[in-house]
């Protein structure tokens, strides 16, 4: 892993001759988080390999654009969860799928998954959380398990911090509810 | 876990571990993979961009010939619409080819004439009736014009 901060690693970028090394260095930096990140969404491990090599395409043409009033890492994750939204959606309208089927087809993939290994307890919590609209699905996830902070997702997203809070609390609600209701 | 009708989102934080997993060697590898896809998109866009630079000139040369072609052919259709540019009003044109001079009797031509001639007459008598006018308002006496003349 390396050590380079992201200002670093960016003045790294503008260096034409290094710029091949600071952007393998941007890769092995963030490949995990993003991929986590990326997996959660679209649950499927070979979706998720196709849409980190897409964001990475896409970061790798547009870091010279990238203009800094924003943290190069809400950037990354920004393009990401882009990349995986725009893979649902393909997804969905290619095979003219309604969001239930979409939902049932992947708590299905996740019970079948040879790369699930979570107990009885997580796989219910993913289907918990799979039963949750889209953009909340993400929020959860990246409040939850990523421990992101709201500034950080609000730049993320594109949204208020208020509005995320709310997001929030009506995920963790109906997750419970689902538990209550099994 | 705690009583099912109790769960609280706080009872599940051991289950925060990740439950997915990834091939093995996946994140090793990805760099090298991401590095070879950007190298060979790069070959793509480089391939393209080559074929441009071949093919700029013949295509500056086309457009630059097309231009001309463009500019002769405007030039020539405005001077020929110009130079057949018929003799009569389009409105006299309309109405020689709406009719058909066969139609009309020798008798139809002379009443023409004859209200041709008609409205002349009616012309000249205006034309009087102006200088007569004339010569009240400037107060010159008709006779005193006569005897001059």
Redesign the interface.
Known sequence: MSDYSDKELLTLFKNQEKRNYAFNLIVRKYQEKLYWHIRKIVIKHDDADDILQNTFIKIWKGLDGFREDSKLYTWLYRIATNESLTFLKQKKTKYLLSIVDYENQLKETLESDEHFNGTEIQLKLQKAILGLPEKQRIVFNMKYFEEMKYDDMAQVLNTSVGALKASYHHAVKKIENYFKED | ?KN??K???KD?QE?????????EG??EN??S???E??VS?QKETNWFIQLYHVIKPQLALGFMIAGFAFIAITAIDTIMSNRVKSPVSNETYTRIIEVDASEYSEQQFIDILIEDEKKSAEEKKEETDEYIHYLMDEGIDYGTLIDEL
């Open positions: 876990m099912k009708s769960i609280n989102i599940l289950e925060k571990n990740n439950p997915f997993s990834v091939p996946y994140f990805f760099p993979k991401i590095q896809k950007i998109d």
